[in-house]
């Protein structure tokens, strides 16, 4: 069993950042996937980002790549996303995600945190 809480969600004007962070606790094991989706009203959760505990590997969505970044702490079992350059787009309910074993996707992803809302405003 793991446990994923989310953090750092807020309103923020059009180009400003935010940092998410996920802290998970429980048992990980030593490879796997962790990162994060979104879901905007009336859309389905959508990937955002993801690493591979082993490979350190990260992957984006196209929609995201050069402005967001994921970062992980293992010290910490903790993970983040820093977003840049913030857009009205990215407006939605972020959620924090684990899978067992690579790859992470929305339905190989075994642990959902509750989510944390991030608002951009034009």
């Known amino acids: 069993q793991v446990q994923l809480v989310e953090s750092g969600g807020g309103l923020v004007q059009a180009g400003d950042s935010l940092r998410l962070s996920c802290a998970a606790s429980g048992r990980t094991g030593s490879s796997y996937a962790m990162g994060w989706f979104r879901q905007a009203p009336g859309k389905e959760r959508e990937f955002v980002a993801a690493f591979t505990s082993r490979s350190s590997e990260t992957n984006y969505a196209d929609s995201v790549t050069g402005r967001f970044t994921i970062a992980r702490d293992g010290a910490k079992n903790a993970v983040y996303l820093q977003m840049n350059s913030l857009k009205p787009e990215d407006t939605a309910i972020y959620y924090c995600?684990?899978?067992?074993?690579?790859?992470?996707?929305?339905?190989?992803?075994?642990?959902w945190g509750r989510g944390t809302q991030v608002t951009v405003s034009s």
């Open positions: 995600a684990f899978a067992p074993a690579p790859p992470l996707s929305t339905t190989r992803a075994r642990y």
